[in-house]
């Protein structure tokens, strides 16, 4: 009897081979293209710049390699040995007393639905300011465009009031995106990033190079590459550096844990994660580049010191910023195309990468084809989606989710999942021993110390200082009663959401399973 | 720029950007194992 016989039809819960990338650089692409995202555009260059410049490169490294590679092993390592999506994956991690980590998978996809609804409404805001980009249509007041005029905004509160603008565009980029989860892994999810991150990365790089040949262009890297070497004794410094590694590199929310399952069982798992993270880790860099010597320009253009520009990061930086800066530059409807057509390219391959892990979720509890999971379940999300994102209050709603999912959802997730895996389940040695048994690049125990020690306790403290300046201070001046609502009550959906899909019944038994190499063979190995 | 900001930006250019091309290069060389453990002629390789 094979392997794939033993182990319920190719290790896969459904009742049909599991679907794979077409090769590892398929995967690769589509790892990159899940990591590469509006972060590393819009968040990297301004923490680099307020958290010591060049000196941030320092602690920003050494998080890179102490924490985000060694978490991205652990993910690769769960998806790849355990062959499923997030809950069947950590379910059979658990065995047969450890069934309810099952749990721990479906928080982490609970996470993936809050981020892909408010995510996808970013998505069709950069796809509109493209469209506008032709014309320049934000005016001279770029920010009362953007909040006035585009998004309509009103108080925080939950508005039924619709904007055309947004909605339409939302509309179309769930159609989009579902159309490519539909068509599968290799047809869908690999060809679009085929497609999309080669685009993505010409388009960025004509980007920084005409931003280098602006005036003002070398003050705005001499902002960003200056070293503030006083900046390293800070401690927020060096959890602004674990933080954006963290974020960036879609770690520790299942989705390096689903593209992984895809992959085959003699898969090099642990060299290509270098190859992803380093090339994440890449773009980031451009992007500074991109993105200061674009800010350099602007300040020329406003006789101030870059240090007095407002908005270089998140949203300000992207719509209200950016925008104001390709209405005074040479050609600047072509720069507002290659900046926006980025965002969207970006945006939309990390979209369909959280959107995977929910869609593999489901076609492994219930059984369902790509296509089903797709419709079923996405155009359920497209509603939400559209409800709360397109209104007069989706941008407040959207920055008060974002707050709570990122800080309080993914980086508990982390804690829990490095806790439970190294601690409670014992699994750190099985787990190096996998990844050696089928990687040309080796971990031991150092990796098990980085991810069982060192992750968890950035990640605590962390968490913990988070909880309590949001607890102590709210968030953004925005009502108490809000914040309850739609910033503590997202973590309520998600436990909840977490606690009822665990307590509903599989299609097919996902514990008729045997991993490949056999727990004797890695013991093995390891001796 | 100024001679620092030159030098931290060639710092991160060949540690980061040198990280990649190194791990692209380490994975060409050696796509993958020679030898797999106990039972890999059972697991085909499209599995």
Same mark, same amino acid.
């Given at each position: 009897m094979s392997v794939q016989q033993q182990s319920g039809e190719h290790g896969s819960v459904a009742s049909r081979p599991r679907e794979q990338w077409s090769g590892q650089w398929g995967f690769i692409l589509s790892a990159i293209g899940s990591a590469v995202g509006l972060g590393n555009i819009w968040r990297f260059p301004g923490v680099a710049y307020e958290n010591g410049g060049g000196a941030f490169l320092i602690p920003y490294l050494i998080a890179l390699v102490t924490a985000g590679i060694p978490i991205l092993f652990l993910d690769y390592a769960i998806g790849h040995r355990f062959r499923g999506s997030s809950p069947t994956a950590f379910r059979r991690l658990g065995g047969k007393a450890g069934k309810w980590l099952e749990s721990l998978g479906w928080f982490q996809v609970w996470i993936c639905i809050i981020i892909a609804v408010y995510y996808a409404a970013v998505v069709a805001w950069a796809a509109s300011y493209f469209t506008f980009s032709f014309d320049l249509r934000w005016g001279d007041d770029t920010a009362g465009f953007f909040f006035?005029?585009?998004?309509q905004t009103s108080d925080p509160g939950f508005s039924s009031q619709f904007v055309p603008a947004v909605l339409i565009p939302l509309v179309l980029v769930w159609v989009a995106v579902l159309a490519v989860l539909g068509s599968g892994i290799a047809k869908g999810v690999q060809r679009a990033n085929v497609i999309f991150l080669p685009l993505l990365v010409v388009a960025f790089l004509i980007l920084v190079v005409r931003a280098l040949f602006l005036d003002g262009a070398m003050t705005g890297l001499d902002a960003l590459f200056t070293p503030d070497f006083s900046a390293l004794s800070d401690p927020s410094v060096w959890i602004a550096a674990y933080s954006q590694i963290f974020f960036s590199l879609s770690i520790a929310f299942g989705i390096m844990i689903t593209y992984s399952?895809?992959?085959?069982?003699k898969a090099n798992v642990t060299a290509p994660a270098l190859v992803v993270a380093f090339a994440n880790s890449s773009f980031e860099i451009i992007a500074g580049i991109g993105v200061f010597a674009t800010l350099g320009f602007f300040a020329f253009q406003q006789g101030v +010191?870059?240090?007095?520009?407002? +908005?270089?990061?998140?949203v300000s930086l992207s719509f209200v910023t950016f925008p104001a800066i390709v209405s005074q530059m040479p050609g600047g409807p072509f720069f507002g195309i290659l900046f926006f057509g980025s965002l969207v390219m970006a945006g939309f391959t990390s979209l369909l990468s959280v959107l995977q892990v929910v869609s593999s979720a489901f076609q492994d509890k219930f059984g369902i084809t790509a296509r089903q999971a797709s419709i079923r379940v996405g155009v359920a999300l497209a509603t939400v989606s559209v409800l709360l994102f397109s209104t007069t209050t989706g941008v407040i709603t959207l920055d008060t989710v974002d707050q709570w999912a990122n800080n309080i959802g993914i980086v508990g997730a982390a804690i829990a999942s490095t806790i439970l895996v190294i601690w409670v389940f014992r699994k750190g040695p099985e787990l190096a021993a996998h990844l050696n048994s089928v990687s040309t690049f080796k971990v031991g125990r150092l990796w098990q110390l980085l991810v069982g020690v060192l992750a968890p306790a950035v990640l605590l403290y962390m968490l913990i200082q988070r909880i309590i300046v949001l607890v102590t201070e709210g968030y953004e001046g925005y009502p108490l009663w809000y914040l309850a609502i739609a910033g503590w009550g997202t973590i309520a959906v998600i436990l909840i959401g977490a606690i009822t899909m665990t307590a509903l019944r599989w299609?097919?038994?996902?514990?008729d399973f045997t991993p490949w190499p056999s727990a004797q063979a890695l013991k093995e190995l390891s001796k | 720029m100024s001679g620092i900001a030159i030098t931290f930006f060639v710092i991160a250019a060949v540690l980061v950007w040198g990280g990649l091309i190194a791990s692209i290069i380490f994975l060409a060389r050696k796509p993958q194992l020679d030898v797999y453990p106990e039972g890999s002629e059972l697991v085909s390789d499209d599995d």
């Open positions: 006035g005029e585009f998004l399952s895809y992959r085959n069982r +010191g870059v240090n007095e520009l407002e +908005g270089i990061t998140g299609k097919h038994d996902p514990d | -």
